[in-house]
């Protein structure tokens, strides 16, 4: 079942992308046909580069910023988000590794006319992170690690940290160490490249382990969990019950993503900032395991 989505969707983004390039220029390299990992140059993907920006690494479709970057005074919480950003005025940056998915993202990003302060390019998580840290001339106020593919889950306990049974899906990162998307230099590079006061990593998941072991990672990163403002006391199950990977994960005695950090609420001031996913979840009742983080003080 999973296999069959993952095809449905690569359909409807080649349709898509396909549609979408057939409506603007595309000569613009700032925007589509880009390489992998190309060298951002601010002051030509930026009107402003000055500005605050917002990054999301592993971004798919651009859903969440396309959301963001386009949130009108008339839209409901514009002003209540739990992050302190004024949301009109920054740039945004997604990153991906799929080439139809930042396609799609650009073309959109053209048609709505946000060009001047949102940019999507295809490349690793690491380069792109290095690069924001290492040249954006601003201040980088907010990473956003949301619904990475999850690795497949281990469940023998002699193999350490959650790596998945055999019959799992063969298309995921192996283990958390091999190809997951999330790795130690990611985090800290996002660590060099935020603001050191009020630059904030916003951590989220629909796989209970994967977030827990994010936030583990992002600790060893030196980031520290901010409390939430709604905290989750236990979590509930979904309207389609407890998935078995959580089930194994509970039964080897992993840490739950419950307690003061973990928050039931959305830190985005509107819907129109969430995810595909994180739409998904809402709809079905899913859990959706969120933490936000700041550089720990030394």
């Not at 605050?52 to 690494?57: A, C, R, Y």
């Not at 959109?108 to 940019?119: D, F, K, M």
């Not at 019950?241 to 080897?252: A, D, E, F, V």
Request: aromatic letters at 8%; charged letters at 20%; proline letters at 5%.
């Amino acid at each position: 079942r999973f296999s069959t989505r993952q095809r449905k969707q690569r359909a409807f983004l080649k349709s898509a992308a396909k549609h979408w390039d057939s409506q603007i220029d595309c000569e613009d390299p700032g925007q589509t046909g880009q390489g992998i990992n190309p060298q951002l140059d601010w002051f030509r993907i930026f009107k402003d580069p000055s500005l605050p920006l917002v990054v999301d690494i592993g971004c798919g479709m651009g859903v969440s910023i396309l959301g963001l970057s386009s949130l009108e005074e008339t839209d409901e919480g514009k002003h209540c988000s739990l992050l302190n950003l004024d949301w009109d005025k920054c740039n945004f940056l997604g990153a991906d590794l799929s080439v139809l998915g930042i396609n799609f993202a650009s073309s959109i990003t053209a048609r709505w006319n946000l060009h001047s302060n949102v940019h999507f390019a295809v490349g690793a998580a690491e380069d792109i992170m290095d690069q924001v840290a290492k040249t954006y001339p601003g201040s980088v106020e907010l990473c956003m690690i949301q619904f990475p593919t999850p690795f497949r889950f281990n469940d023998n306990p002699d193999e350490g940290m959650p790596s998945v049974v055999n019959q799992g899906n063969q298309q995921l990162p192996t283990d958390a160490f091999s190809g997951f998307m999330v790795t130690q230099g990611l985090l800290e590079s996002a660590r060099d490249a935020l603001n050191n006061e009020s630059g904030r990593l916003l951590l989220q998941s629909n796989v209970e382990d994967v977030a827990v072991f994010m936030n583990k990672l992002a600790s060893d990163a030196m980031f520290e969990p901010l409390q939430a403002r709604k905290s989750v006391e236990k979590i509930e199950e979904g309207n389609d019950g407890m998935p078995q990977r959580t089930q194994k994960w509970i039964s080897l005695g992993g840490e739950r993503a419950e307690g003061p950090i973990w928050s039931t609420e959305t830190f985005f001031p509107s819907t129109k900032g969430a995810t595909e996913t994180e739409v998904a979840c809402l709809l079905n009742g899913t859990p959706v395991h969120r933490v936000l983080l700041k550089k720990l003080t030394i």
